[in-house]
Nanobody
Framework: QVQLVESGGGLVQAGDSLRLSCEFSGGTASSYDMGWFRKAPGKEREFVAGIRWTGDATMYRDSVKGRFTISRDNAKNTMSLQMNSLKVADTAVYYC????????????????WGRGTQVTVSS
């Protein structure tokens, strides 16, 4: 079974940067689309960014465009989320997600999840 483990979360100040990492195992990374979701206190889980199995297509929610960059290294079975110019509103538990590759919206149909890593942005 696919297993995902996030790392890299922490406490930072607004305007700082942070890089999250996700380790993939239990399958061939190049067979899966991957993405990042987050859940803030009192809010529903929301899509943050997604990346196609080849790495040649990405998608971001509007609020992080220009600040976050998703990438992957299939040879190393890893995926990353570079977060710059962090805002207090980015505070959440961030989850790594995966789905078997498909030609559909990268925001949808993820069925494998990591346990999350906390990102806290203070003012």
């Amino acid at each position: 079974q696919v297993q995902l483990v996030e790392s890299g979360g922490g406490l930072v100040q607004a305007g700082d940067s942070l890089r999250l990492s996700c380790e993939f195992s239990g399958g061939t990374a190049s067979s899966y689309d991957m993405g990042w979701f987050r859940k803030a206190p009192g809010k529903e889980r929301e899509f943050v960014a997604g990346i196609r199995w080849t790495g040649d297509a990405t998608m971001y929610r509007d609020s992080v465009k220009g600040r976050f960059t998703i990438s992957r290294d299939n040879a190393k079975n890893t995926m990353s989320l570079q977060m710059n110019s962090l805002k207090v509103a980015d505070t959440a538990v961030y989850y790594c997600a995966a789905r078997l590759k498909m030609l559909l919206d990268l925001r949808l149909y993820y069925n494998s999840w990591g346990r999350g890593t906390q990102v806290t942005v203070s003012s």
